[in-house]
């Protein structure tokens, strides 16, 4: 442990330092590159909106939801009334609710 101790110890007291013709180039594509960031490029209103907003996700989020209401809407799962069926076809519905009417009171049993 005494021996990996004293290289550390060497390795910090050592200077270290890039050669100048590095630290010249880095320096020079740092300018570079700071000149380019000053112009900020001109975006239009709705441009700025919409990154502003987050709105590209937003109006995902918003046709997906309207396909699947639209969806459900035409072809409801098994378990829901069908609302096409319901506005449409209504016989079916209006002769389940006038035999309820009569059969619940009794009233199909009078006489003939």
Same mark, same amino acid.
């Given at each position: ?21 590095? =630290?010249?180039?880095? %320096?020079?594509? !740092? ?12 975006? &239009?209103? $709705? ?10 996700? =937003?109006?995902?989020? %918003?046709?997906? !939801? ?12 098994? &378990?829901? $009334? ?17 035999? !309820? ?12």
């Amino acid at each position: 442990m005494k021996e990996v101790d004293q290289l550390l110890a060497a390795a910090q007291s050592e200077e270290h330092t890039p050669p100048h013709a590095l =630290m010249a180039r880095v %320096l020079l594509d !740092a300018d570079r590159i700071q000149q380019a960031r000053t112009k900020p490029a001109r975006r &239009g209103f $709705f441009r700025q909106l919409s990154d502003d907003l987050n709105l590209w996700p =937003m109006l995902g989020g %918003l046709a997906v !939801a309207c396909s699947l209401g639209f969806w459900v809407g035409i072809d409801p799962p098994v &378990g829901l $009334f069908d609302p096409i069926e319901t506005v449409f076809w209504n016989d079916s519905f209006t002769e389940l609710e006038e035999a !309820a009417e009569l059969s619940g009171f009794g009233w199909d049993l009078g006489e003939i």
